[in-house]
Nanobody
């Protein structure tokens, strides 16, 4: 179970930090990720991190602007979003899954985008002047 928060209305160039509090399980061994869905568009993977892969996946559209992090003590995942653009407007969701094998974190992110079926309500981010 996830509860996303931290969204809001921000001007272009502004920043927001999204939070995703997990309950009912601990995140330590999970691949975690942030996803977003804009009106009329498919859900897309924004960023994912895996305990089995030291690299972190970021969509090309957010590289250098967004940072994913995790606080194991709080069982919470964060997404720091800087230099926001109008095209970042979307509902943002988090997800987590356990993967075996040797899939890259990018591939794990792609699998979660399609196969994860416990999406929360998300948090709305609006970037507009």
């Amino acid at each position: 179970h996830f509860v996303e928060s931290g969204g809001g209305l921000v001007q272009p160039g502004g920043s927001l930090r999204l939070s995703c509090a997990a309950s009912g399980f601990t995140l330590n061994y999970y691949t975690i990720g942030w996803f977003r869905q804009a009106p009329g568009k498919e859900r897309e993977g924004v960023s994912c991190m895996s305990p089995a892969d030291p690299s972190i996946y970021y969509a090309d559209s957010v590289k250098g602007r967004f940072t994913i992090s995790k606080d194991n003590a709080k069982n919470t995942v964060y997404l720091q979003m800087d230099n926001l653009k109008p095209e970042d407007t979307a509902v943002y969701y988090c997800a987590a899954a356990v993967f075996g094998g040797s899939l890259s974190v990018q591939r794990q992110c792609a699998v979660m985008r399609v196969d994860f079926n416990s999406w929360g309500h998300g948090t709305q981010v609006n970037v507009s002047s």
